[in-house]
């Protein structure tokens, strides 16, 4: 298949405003500060990746983005437009799409209807034409957005299939082809390795890259070191809520804070590590 | 090395359709196997059925001597067989602690708090409002908890840290030095077979593989997954 | 302020109250089922009390025990094992284990009233003496409530220490949780939940002997009764026991503080209203106002039911509906006048369809929605609806359905945050507020005129506006089932979160379905109101939509067609046979549910037509097969061959 433009939205406007990013970002969890004042930049035609021992707050950090839970303190900007307090389903419109943890397609739908879900409610279609179930102008263009992410996640074969009947590794890609369908700028990964085997992971870091390169800013949170220190190109670690260390892959795979809080499987071995053990 | 778990002829079926084609295996007493292969390849499946969750269509189940293909989950649980279902294995709805209790049985649950210090400050909450890798250390914890000869481990490592995979193959290894039969199943196969005795390899629902894990390392094999 | 007497005259039904909410929570916290028969079986250990005692001369205590200890456990197992262990196996949601409850207590009504007749018994056996005790300065209080206090104390303290103290409680709670998994760990999870089925059970019975002696034994007294404590256990967040008695004890208290306040005119008769519908207004505050219900179990957080939609069906299929529902037209007007119901039932069965089918949010308060339209309808013809003159009818049957939109707006309110069985009490609690506050209230309902609209006046004529809205609200439903809004309520009712990762507006969305639905229940409420030329409150009674809920469930919650059905089929068994015979066969239809996974209109076309079965909507197709019936396995085996045929998608 040819590389075709995927995302207009990010080449037709300068790359520059479409960055989203984080200041100072607090998350309390009653007395547990769960993320404790992260900066967090995602630009566009990079993977950003975060890391970090289980409990450093990753989730919810991740969450505080896509919009499911609110930060107690701090910004987010897209764009230049702050969107703190926007809900997630206005983030999903601007542009930014998401992926989860756990699978969240529609089993009852088709694969194609899936993603075509996630085409019609992006910005665009008019509030009346979306509740009346109208066709409008960008019929069309759904249309087409859809069979592009069909052919971009490689689903093209299982399009009529309802995805219930679909195993866990596919039903990954059709999470991810359901966001590429809304044609959005900033697209985050919630462990998007997860259940895949090792082919799988190899595709899915190939399209990642794909991605990148043209135009999308990727955020990905992900426990596969291969996966993350082969595709991203700004890794964040995470522990104890906060960013610890930061850099390119090389840079943080020598920093030593990093290693101490997540990277050396032998650092503090048997006892706990500064960072999870006080998540 | 006497097998503890022998699996003869199995055929597994969801209605008219067979998922498992006859599968032969033995899990030898006190080592480490790793049963890998592609999503779908059935062994999930085999896990289950082993545990007893599927019926098998056909075939024996031989634990120690004594035929158990047509005993209940429970009663192979009570018997010593203990599967860790891969995705958060834990009962959500109730606090740490008493996941534990009900993990452990009978027994003290301070080993698994021992190994996993983390589930010591969160005893008194929600298991589902865990992490999603505290929620995967706790469902490691049953396996530490129960006085099991058996482990059916499904996707140990999904979710988790390396430092805590590596933790919990760690203890993994260590029980199987005590005279248990732990079976890895794993999407990661570097790591199974790193640890593993004994390798086996499932494809569309037959064995592709079986022998020694260094040979599936050194020839790459890449045939038997596809 | 507060009246020593009067508080301690109120103890007494403070009482009653604590030891039925204690009895519903403990109940609920054994089994992972919200059981809206355990009054209904509480009622039947009473009446088997009363046949012992009182007709075969057994002595009083030794028959209570062997009630309580004997029988009422037997009937616990007996629940459990033919009614809900298929569902909790199937991993069902609220609404078929709702439903299916609702079967269990309809049942039981039925057999009691076969057995002991609708006539009130006078005499219930009583184990505690009739007297009272003296505490001080002639401040009496009855000896029953004290000892009935006891009793409740005594349940939650044994409760506690089972829970906290003891492995089983433990191992009951992971059952509840997470019954497969448990079964992994060891647990024998059949046994511990039939365990905690016999233990409800026993408590169900210990209620109905305690309760009977304070009311009139008949059939409704003792299971409406129940339903009216869920406020207390709602209060109590379906979890704690002391505040579930502390709870019912201050209704009961401030129910008769409240005797003592007087009002001028209206506003009396509201007190008067709100002193003897306290509990149903804390079931609604408790609702609106507390943080979450402590839910238990996987099926606690979703609604998804599973739909029996999918496949295309031949146009052969329909061809019997058009035919059906013409039918009446070539009847006699007697007869006709009884049909006519049908397609005023259906619109609002199609209305439960719209808001629990397709957009998975259970509803149990469409009779308040329903009941509301034919009010409105009402007053406006009759130049009663706040200063508006006499309206004609057709005008009057639209207002009365475009009014009630705006209250579903309002009331799909709580649906935003809510889900499962905190939202199906929600809609049930507004159902029951708004039946005591305006249906049952004179002011509203005196002097009303409801009669067929011109140019419908006659019989036929009338059938024919009926079919032409209900042909109109098939249109909607088509509307709302295909194309892009299909696909936004299918992507909620799968997964919110998904739904809203994909820009949609979830919040909206849900208060667009309440608001739709009832404005479509109240159309076909106003109808049915037409229909019989009168309002009558007791057709639109929280109960009868208790009732219509389960017909709509039994007959495929997703299914229009269905809907139709179940319409007739009640309203031809109403008239056709003896009243109660309908409650019964979709009483008989709700416990048999566990073996009609998605309804009986599903299960009918999966049995008939094997090669259109939809596949099973779970993606967990390694569920366990071992306990599915044959036509499950071909769904299962369906799925997998996909599984099998399509590797290529991963290559």
């Not at chain 3, 809206?36 to 079986?41: H, S, V």
Request: charged letters at 15%.
């Amino acid at each position: 298949m040819s590389p075709r433009h995927v995302v207009p939205a990010a080449t037709e406007t300068p790359p520059g405003p479409d960055v989203l990013t984080a200041h100072g970002l607090v998350r309390h969890f009653g007395g547990l500060r769960a993320v404790d004042g992260v900066d967090l930049t995602v630009p566009p035609r990079q993977v950003t990746a975060v890391i970090g021992p289980n409990g450093a707050g990753k989730s919810t950090l991740f969450h505080c983005l896509a919009g499911a839970q609110r930060p107690d303190e701090g910004r987010i900007r897209f764009r230049g437009r702050d969107i703190t307090r926007l809900p997630d389903h206005r983030r999903a419109r601007l542009g930014i799409a998401r992926t989860f943890q756990v699978v969240s397609v529609f089993p009852s739908l088709t694969v194609a209807d899936n993603l075509r879900v996630g085409a019609e409610n992006r910005a665009g279609a008019s509030a009346a034409a979306r509740l009346l179930g109208l066709p409008d102008a960008a019929g069309g263009r759904t249309r087409q957005a859809v069979e592009r992410a069909l052919e971009l996640a490689e689903l093209t074969d299982v399009a009529d299939v309802p995805a219930g009947r679909l195993p866990t590794g596919t039903l990954r890609l059709v999470e991810l082809g359901r966001a590429l369908a809304a044609d959005p700028s900033v697209l985050l990964l919630d462990e998007p390795a997860s259940g895949l085997d090792d082919a799988e992971t190899a595709r899915m870091r190939a399209l990642l890259r794909r991605l990148a390169g043209e135009g999308l800013a990727v955020l990905l949170v992900e426990h596969d070191m291969e996966l993350v220190f082969g595709v991203a190109d700004t890794v964040y670690v995470m522990a104890a809520g906060r960013v610890v260390a930061s850099g390119t892959p090389d840079a943080v795979r020598d920093d030593p804070a990093a290693r101490a809080a997540y990277l050396d499987p032998l650092a503090g071995d048997g006892e706990p590590a500064p960072g999870p053990g006080g998540s | 090395m006497p097998a503890a778990l022998t699996v003869r002829g199995l055929r597994v079926r969801y209605g008219p359709v067979e998922a498992l084609h006859g599968v032969d295996m033995a899990f030898p007493d006190g080592a480490v196997t790793a049963l890998l292969g592609r999503n779908g390849a059935g062994r999930s499946t085999l896990l289950r059925t082993i545990a007893g969750l599927l019926p098998a269509a056909a075939g024996h189940l031989d634990w120690r001597g004594r035929d158990i293909t047509g005993w209940t989950a429970s009663e192979r649980a009570r018997a010593g067989l203990a599967l860790i279902p891969d995705g958060h294995g834990v009962f959500g709805g109730l606090p740490v602690r008493d996941n534990l209790r009900v993990f452990a049985g009978t027994g003290p649950i301070d080993p698994a708090l021992d190994a996993f210090p983390v589930l010591r400050q969160r005893l008194g909450q929600r298991a589902g409002t865990l992490s999603g890798g505290e929620q995967q250390m706790l469902a490691g914890a049953r396996a530490i908890l129960r006085p099991s000869r058996l482990l059916l481990l499904d996707e140990l490592s999904q979710g988790l840290a390396p430092r805590v995979v590596a933790q919990l193959y760690e203890v993994v290894t260590a029980l199987a030095a005590e005279h248990r039969t732990v079976v890895l199943v794993e999407q990661y196969a570097g790591e199974a077979l790193r640890r593993a005795d004994v390798a086996y390899v499932l494809r569309r629902g037959r064995v592709a593989f079986a022998g020694e894990p260094a040979e599936l390392l050194a020839a790459g094999h890449p045939s038997v997954f596809d | 302020m507060l009246t020593i007497d009067l508080a301690l005259a109120g103890l007494g039904v403070g009482a009653i109250a604590a030891l039925a909410a204690v009895g519903l929570i403990t109940s609920y916290r054994a089994t992972g089922v919200f059981n809206l028969g355990f009054g209904a079986l509480a009622m039947l250990i009473a009446y088997l009390l009363w046949q012992q005692v009182r007709v075969w001369s057994w002595p009083v205590v030794p028959a209570a025990l062997f009630d309580v200890f004997v029988v009422a456990p037997v009937f616990g197992l007996l629940l459990d094992r033919f009614v809900f262990r298929g569902l909790q196996r199937r991993g069902a949601g609220p609404a078929e284990m709702l439903a299916a409850s609702l079967g269990v207590l309809v049942m039981l009504l039925g057999i009691a009233i076969l057995t002991w007749g609708t006539e009130s018994r006078l005499d219930p056996p009583t184990l505690f003496p009739a007297g009272t005790v003296e505490l001080w300065d002639g401040a009496t209080v009855s000896e029953s409530a004290l000892a009935e206090l006891g009793v409740v104390v005594g349940i939650a303290l044994v409760v506690a220490v089972v829970t906290r103290y003891t492995r089983f409680g433990a191992d009951l709670r992971a059952v509840v949780d997470r019954r497969e998994l448990a079964e992994l760990t060891g647990v024998a999870a059949d046994r511990v939940s039939a365990v905690g089925w016999a233990f409800g059970s026993m408590l169900a019975g210990l209620t109905g002997i305690l309760l009977a002696p304070h009311l009139r034994l008949d059939p409704f007294g003792l299971t409406l009764l129940v339903l009216e404590t869920i406020g207390v256990a709602v209060a109590a967040r379906l979890a704690s026991l002391p505040v579930a008695i502390l709870v019912a004890v201050a209704i009961g208290v401030g129910q008769s503080e409240l005797t003592r306040v007087q009002l001028e005119g209206r506003a009396q008769n509201m007190l008067q209203a709100l002193q003897s519908n306290l509990f149903v207004v804390v079931l609604l505050l408790a609702l609106l106002l507390l943080p979450r219900m402590v839910e238990v179990g996987e099926r606690g957080t979703y609604t998804r039911i599973p739909a029996g939609n999918g496949a295309r069906l031949p146009a052969l299929w329909w061809l019997p509906y058009p035919v059906l529902l013409a039918a009446p037209l070539v009847l006699s007007t007697e007869h006709l006048q009884s049909a006519q119901q049908v397609p005023a039932l259906a619109i609002v069965f199609v209305s439960l369809v719209i808001v629990t089918g397709f957009a998975g949010q259970v509803s149990l308060g469409q009779a308040g929605y329903a009941g509301l339209g034919a009010l409105i309808a009402a007053s406006l013809m009759s130049g009663k609806f706040f200063g508006f003159g006499a309206v004609p009818g057709l005008l009057a049957l639209l207002l009365g359905a475009l009014l009630v939109i705006p209250v579903g707006l309002v009331t799909g309110w709580p649906a935003i945050r809510r889900r499962g069985l905190a939202l199906a009490l929600s809609t049930f609690a507004v159902a029951a507020v708004v039946s005591r506050f305006v249906f049952a209230q004179p002011i509203f309902t005196t002097g009303l005129r409801l009669d067929h609209p011109w140019p419908f006046e006659g019989e036929h004529a009338f059938y024919i506006l009926e079919l032409i809205c209900l042909g109109l609200t098939l249109l909607l439903v088509r509307r709302l089932h295909a194309g892009r809004l299909g696909r936004m309520l299918i992507a909620m009712r799968d997964s919110e979160g998904g739904a809203a990762a994909s820009g949609i507006d979830v919040p909206g969305l849900k208060v667009f379905v309440f608001a739709v639905s009832a404005g479509v229940a109240a159309l076909g409420g106003a109808l049915l109101g037409m229909s019989g030329r009168s309002f009558d409150a007791q057709t639109f009674d929280p109960i009868q939509g208790l009732i219509w809920f389960a017909a709509v469930v039994v007959f495929g919650v997703d299914s229009a067609a269905g809907a139709v059905l179940a319409a007739a089929l009640i309203v031809g068994l109403d008239s056709g046979t003896q009243p109660g015979v309908s409650v019964i066969v979709v009483g008989a239809g709700a416990i048999l549910l566990s073996r009609m996974p998605g309804g009986a209109l599903a299960t009918a076309r999966r049995v008939l037509m094997p090669a259109l079965a939809p596949p099973e909507p779970a993606a967990d197709t390694a569920r366990s097969t071992a306990r599915l019936t044959p036509a499950g396995r071909a769904v299962r085996a369906r799925v997998h061959a996909d599984r099998e045929a399509r590797p290529g998608a991963l290559r």
